[in-house]
């Protein structure tokens, strides 16, 4: 699975900058993958802009969800790609996180509200065209699994592509705010409960060595 490439050819794609980076995976070998790009710009109505000579509200672009169908058998498999593209495209840090699922007794609103949108579901309604531009047909069904059995969620900033570049700091990143491959961060074996952080960047302190 080529996280980095499906990224790289929406970049071109679609021209505007990223915010952040996700996939979203349920805790079943085999299943498919949602992978959501979220862009940072803002676009006006057509019909609106048509209709008046005033001018037209501003709205977010919508984000752009896809999906993957690897052959993974293990949560390191899915770690390596994300590793790789967040490597690739700079960021700074990338974040695992494996939630229960929000049909639990217990389960707060909170929780229901993140998995929606962990799976690129639109918050109110069934109508997500102004959320999220799908091109994953089994989204549906992955978030009605993914409510009972709960979900695994990466996350990660891009610099080269994304908005971070003035604000990034990082003696590992190349004049294009990437890096070069392979990443030196290894995935961790085996799954566990809760948040992992894998840290990428790195500052020299000044005069070391």
Do not use: K
């Not at 057509?46 to 169908?69: F, I, K, T, W, Y």
């Not at 047909?137 to 695994?152: A, H, I, K, S, T």
């Not at 003035?166 to 294009?176: E, F, K, M, Q, S």
């Amino acid at each position: 699975m080529e996280v980095f490439d499906r990224i790289a050819d929406q970049l071109d794609a679609v021209g505007l900058p990223l915010f952040a980076v996700t996939l979203t995976a349920l805790p079943r070998p085999h299943t498919p993958v949602l992978l959501m790009l979220h862009w940072h710009g803002f676009r006006a109505d057509p019909e609106r802009a048509a209709e008046s000579a005033a001018a037209v509200p501003m709205s977010p672009v919508p984000g752009s969800a896809l999906q993957l169908n690897p052959l993974w058998d293990a949560l390191e498999w899915l770690d390596r790609a994300m590793l790789d593209a967040a490597w690739r495209l700079g960021a700074w840090e990338l974040d695992r996180e494996e939630r229960r699922g929000c049909r639990t007794a217990g389960a707060s609103g909170r929780e229901a509200l993140e998995c929606r949108q962990a799976f690129g579901a639109p918050l109110f309604g069934d109508d997500g065209d102004d959320f999220m531009l799908a091109e994953a047909p089994d989204r549906p069904q992955m978030l009605e699994m993914g409510e009972r059995v709960g979900y695994v969620h990466w996350r990660f900033r891009p610099v080269r592509g994304g908005v971070w570049r003035d604000v990034a700091r990082d003696d590992t990143l190349a004049g294009d705010g990437g890096r070069a491959p392979p990443c030196p961060v290894r995935a961790a074996a085996g799954a566990g409960a809760g948040r992992l952080r894998y840290m990428l960047g790195r500052v020299q302190p000044v005069g070391e060595a």
